[in-house]
C-alpha cells in the first residue's frame, strides 16, 4: 500500500513497542507477525474465495466519502474505484491476481495503482505487491508530476508479503500487510473485533470484522477498517484520534459486475443475507481506500 494519506495507514508504534494510547489497540510488545511465505503453499491459478476479501474479476466496488486533511483542515470528496480484473501476474513463483484501483479528489484522478493479491492453500489472502502512480496537478488540472514511491513487489529490494486477510481472523492477532522497509511500505493490521454491526449505502451488516490498520512510516496514524463476510470492506475511519474518533469516513456506495445491471442497495443487502453472493471483492486496502 502507498504513503498516500488515501491509503488506510495507521500506526502508533515503531515495531517491538506497546500502544498506550486510550481507545487504540495495544500491540503485544513482540509486535506483529510476518507471515513465513513459501511459493509452495499456493494452488494454480489466483482464486480468492476468502469470505472477507474475496475477489471475483468483472466486479468493481465503489467507495466514497469526505475527507479532511488533519495538516490544513480542508475537506475534499474522495471516491474510490476498485476493478477486479482477469489479469494475473506471477510474483516469486505465485500466480497473483490484479485489482486496478483508482482514487479522485473532487471529480480529479489523484492515484492509479495496481494490487496483486493470492491465496494460499489454507485460505489465507497475501498481499503481494502493488505499482503505484499519484499525480501531482497545477491549477489548470494538468499534471505536472507522477509519484511512483509506495511501489512494490514480493521478493524485489527484499521486500516480502504479508497478509492482507488471515483465513480465520482472531481478536488481537497483529501481522504485517506488507513488508518491504526499502520501499517504504510497512503496514500492518490488528484485529479488534468479530462482531460489530455497520450500516453503509450497500445494506446493514452484523458480524463484521474490524482491523485497526498502522505504519511504522507514519507513526501516530490511525484507521479502523470494517469486513463484511461475502462482500469485504464496507467501511473504512481515517485519522483516528485517541478517543476512537475519526476525522473522515469513507464507505461502499456500491458493488457492480461486467455485462450486468447494478442492484440497487436493498437487492444487494437481500443477497449477502441469503449467502447467494458470489465472491465479490473488498473496496481497497484506500492507502488507500487496501489494504
Known amino acids: 500500500m502507498t504513503a498516500s494519506r488515501r491509503r488506510f495507514v495507521e500506526a502508533l508504534i515503531a515495531a517491538g513497542a506497546a500502544l498506550t494510547i486510550v481507545g487504540i489497540a495495544r500491540t503485544a510488545a513482540a509486535g506483529p507477525v510476518l507471515p513465513e511465505f513459501s511459493p509452495a503453499n499456493f494452488p494454480d ?23 479532511t486533511d488533519p495538516e490544513d483542515g480542508s475537506t475534499t470528496h474522495e ?17 497473483a491476481r490484479a485489482v486496478h484501483a483508482r482514487g479522485f479528489e473532487d471529480g480529479v484522478l489523484v492515484e492509479d495503482t495496481n494490487d496483486f493479491y493470492a491465496q494460499d492453500k489454507d485460505g489465507n489472502v497475501w498481499y503481494m505487491g502493488e505499482d503505484t502512480t499519484a499525480f501531482e496537478r497545477d491549477d489548470a488540472g494538468n499534471i505536472i508530476s507522477r509519484d511512483k514511491s ?3 513487489l514480493t521478493g524485489v529490494n527484499g521486500a516480502k508479503p504479508g497478509y492482507i486477510m488471515p483465513a480465520h481472523p482472531a481478536v488481537g492477532f497483529n501481522h504485517y500487510q506488507e513488508f518491504s522497509p526499502a520501499d517504504g511500505a510497512l503496514d500492518q493490521a490488528t484485529v479488534l473485533s468479530l462482531n460489530e454491526s455497520v450500516s453503509v449505502p450497500v445494506g446493514t451488516f452484523t458480524n463484521v470484522l474490524k482491523t485497526q490498520e498502522q505504519s511504522e512510516v507514519e507513526p501516530g496514524v490511525v484507521e479502523f477498517k470494517y469486513y463484511a ?13 485517541a478517543s476512537g474518533q475519526a476525522q473522515s469516513v469513507i464507505v461502499l456506495d456500491s458493488v457492480t459486475r461486467a455485462a450486468t445491471v447494478p442492484l440497487p442497495n436493498a437487492a444487494w443487502a437481500a443477497v449477502v443475507a441469503a449467502g447467494l453472493l458470489l465472491a465479490p471483492r473488498a473496496i481497497r486496502p484506500v492507502r488507500r481506500y487496501p489494504g
Open 79 to 95: 471516491v474510490d474505484e476498485d476493478a477486479v480484473t482477469f489479469k494475473t501476474r506471477t510474483i516469486a513463483g505465485v500466480t
Open 229 to 241: 463476510a461475502g462482500i469485504g470492506l464496507i467501511r473504512a475511519e481515517e485519522d483516528v484520534d
Open 45 to 67: 491459478g489466483a482464486t480468492i474465495t476468502n469470505p472477507y476479501f474475496p475477489l471475483t474479476p468483472g466486479t468493481t466496488y465503489r467507495a466514497s466519502g469526505n475527507v
Open 150 to 152: 509506495g511501489s512494490w
